[in-house]
């Protein structure tokens, strides 16, 4: 899949809407895939995608989770 800048962004927004988080595939270049979407977090300046992490899957090396840093369950 070809990744524009609007798919990656809906990327960001679906991790944001999620309880606590995504996981996307970034096979065949997960450094690259990781990458764009840090400088499309950045060049958007959206302060609530700050609460999403990025962190590579312990489980598949080819996959990227979008966590939530606090669910949305968490207490106050």
Do not use: H
């Amino acid at each position: 899949m070809k990744q524009t800048k609007d798919s990656l962004l809906n990327l960001w927004y679906a991790a944001l809407a999620s309880p606590y988080g995504i996981e996307i595939e970034c096979l065949p270049d997960f450094e690259a895939v990781r990458n764009k979407l840090y400088n499309l977090r950045a060049e958007v300046k959206d302060v609530d995608l700050k609460k999403i992490a990025l962190c590579q899957s312990p489980f598949d090396p080819g996959r990227l989770w979008l966590v939530k840093k606090e669910p949305d369950n968490a207490a106050p």
